[in-house]
């Protein structure tokens, strides 16, 4: 028999997230947070839930929050303000890539920034200043060599804000 409700209430109770459901049909249903595995959520007053009874306990079985930002096959989840406002994310989108909050940069790889400055630095330490001065032409010309072949150091597939 599972009831959809408002949560209007919401504790700790030991390891346990209770809420307090206003169903619209009798009493409140006073609740457990069943949560699967590898995800934890705390419901906010104002949320919608459907809770069933399961032995002598109720239990909130789904929270219902309207969102259309996440597209056929795709997967998003999302923390909130205590006023219920979007404020982090992270969206597995259906094209492969991963978007953190609202996915505008991509983020630089740790293993592509190092070879970058590995080669950086190979072109200072063998670099030989010329007997002559040249007002930095060889160093010029050591410089325009590096940046014609320098590669891109973000990742492909992780963007973030």
């Known amino acids: 028999m599972a009831l959809m409700g408002i949560v209007k ?12 459901v206003e169903t619209g049909s009798g009493p ?3 609740a457990v947070v069943s949560q699967a595995s590898g995800v934890d959520f705390r419901p906010l ?12 306990d ?10 259309a ?4 096959g795709e997967w998003r989840a999302f923390s909130r303000d205590a006023a219920g406002n979007v404020t982090g994310s992270l969206h ?3 094209d492969g890539y991963v978007w953190v909050n609202n996915g505008t940069d991509f983020v630089a790889l740790a293993s592509k920034v190092n070879a970058m400055f590995d080669l950086i630095d190979g072109i200072f ?6 007997p ?3 007002s930095g032409a060889a160093l010029k010309t050591a410089w325009s060599a590096f940046a014609a072949g320098k590669q891109d150091v973000s990742s492909s597939k992780l963007r973030s804000d």
């Open 9 to 20: 209430e919401v504790k700790l109770d030991g390891d346990h997230v209770v809420v307090f």
């Open 28 to 30: 409140w249903v006073t």
């Open 45 to 56: 007053p104002g949320d919608g839930v459907i809770c069933d009874k399961i032995g002598a």
């Open 58 to 67: 109720w239990v909130v079985l789904a929270l219902l929050v309207v969102s």
């Open 69 to 72: 930002e996440a597209g056929g």
């Open 92 to 94: 597995l989108k259906a």
């Open 125 to 130: 330490t063998s670099w030989t200043p010329p």
């Open 132 to 134: 002559t001065p040249d």
